[in-house]
């Protein structure tokens, strides 16, 4: 059954590698996981590089806004309040440097 968060594209033009978009990266077509994704009834779509980027980026920005929403905003206020509560051993500013490292490290996994 597709699911796009835990897919495998053959990009045209590539022969060595295919694109997971549960790691947000190219693998080499030798990965174990991949295969084992194939042996349990996968079958790689066959997409060209711009089209791809058409598919993945959207869920990509889609993560990056939830993290938004989820995380920032709400430490941003308390932080604005007080920065100095501490949860789960960090503060807000703490989580929320986390949360904007997060996004960026996101942010490149945007394809071109």
């Known amino acids: 059954m597709y699911n796009i968060a835990d897919w495998y594209w053959r990009v045209t033009g590539n022969t060595t590698q295919v ?3 549960a ?4 693998i080499p077509i030798t990965d174990t996981t991949y295969h084992n994704w194939i042996a349990n009834g996968g079958c790689p779509t066959n997409i060209s590089a711009s089209d791809l ?6 869920m990509i920005e889609d993560e990056i806004q939830a993290i938004e929403a989820t995380t920032l905003r709400p430490l941003r206020d308390i932080a604005a309040g007080n ?4 949860t789960n051993g960090k503060t ?10 997060q996004i960026a490290t996101l942010r490149t996994h945007l394809l071109s």
Not at 23 to 26: E, F, H, L, P, S
Not at 53 to 58: C, D, G, L, M, R
Not at 92 to 101: K, V
């Open 19 to 21: 694109y997971s978009s």
């Open 92 to 101: 807000p500013l703490q989580r929320l440097a986390d949360a904007e490292s």
């Open 53 to 58: 980027a058409t598919v993945i980026n959207p």
């Open 83 to 86: 920065g100095n509560v501490v």
């Open 23 to 26: 790691r947000k990266r190219y």
